[in-house]
């Protein structure tokens, strides 16, 4: 009760002073610290990464909670704050995969930079609350879907990186897709309390995801095509599930989708090294 007060009086006065601040210039602080926070990160060795994963968690949330800062109640505690948090988290354990030198380092922050800048604009949007007919809401889905599927790509790569058995493949990718798919389908309505069809897409997609990162982690494949492959996966069943749940689900819709799936199953197909 007492740590409850305490976090009421403290969001009361970050309020009173970061309101004085325009929003557009407030997204634009958070931007630059994270990304001198990252420049900053990889300088260090992988020995570190507990450290700087747990500081880019509470840093970037805090961040992204000054850069709204208004409206945010209820689940918007969790959605609009977790794509800015976990594209933070994989862009620097991505990083590790790359040689340490400036002509990498320079044009991956550049990337982070204007990722993290696109995912807290689409959180702004979400929060706001825009219509759904208006084009400005139609952009935020798009962009946060597809930074949701690199993000996803980034993540599994990462984990069949480090060649894990495979209920360690199977608790990493459904818990990661969990937290991606309940986030896409909460945009659909923007609740404040999301109703359970919400929940009970995001857990069917995660068990999907997890049950095929059982199947591909006993098939002879690099961590980049086994990647993709899960992540095309991602794209094509949340697609699907998320047009299904917003009533826009036609045949053609299937179509594409199921369509890219098979591109990509084939990529993977001839990726093979038996």
Known sequence: ???????????????????????????????????FLMLFSTFFYFDKALFFIFAFLLITYFL??????????????????????????????????????????????FAYGISIYAVLLCSNIFNVGVEKSLQLYRAAFSIN??????????????????????????????????????????????DKKPEREVFDFAFLTALILAEVSVLISFIPLPSTSVSLFLTGTFYSIAG??????DKKLFKETIREYVFVWIFIFLITLLSISW
Do not use: C, H
């Open 145 to 190: 879907f597809f930074y949701q599927t690199l993000v996803s790509f980034l993540i599994f790569n990462i984990i069949f990186s480090l060649k894990e058995i495979f209920y360690i493949n199977l608790i990493l990718v459904g818990g990661v897709v969990y937290l991606l798919s309940f986030q896409l389908f909460w945009t659909i309505k923007l």
């Open 1 to 35: 009760m007492i740590f409850k007060k305490f976090l009421l009086t403290l969001d009361k006065q970050i309020k009173k002073r970061a309101i004085k601040i325009e929003k557009r210039l407030r997204l634009a602080i958070s931007v630059v610290l994270l990304t």
């Open 64 to 109: 992204t909670y000054f850069s709204l800062i208004e409206k945010i109640e209820k689940i918007s505690w969790l959605t609009l704050f977790l794509m800015p948090v976990l594209l933070t988290i994989s862009f620097y354990l991505f990083y590790f995969l790359f040689p340490s030198r400036w002509l990498t380092r320079l044009p991956f922050l």
């Open 240 to 245: 699907i599930f998320y047009n299904y749940l």
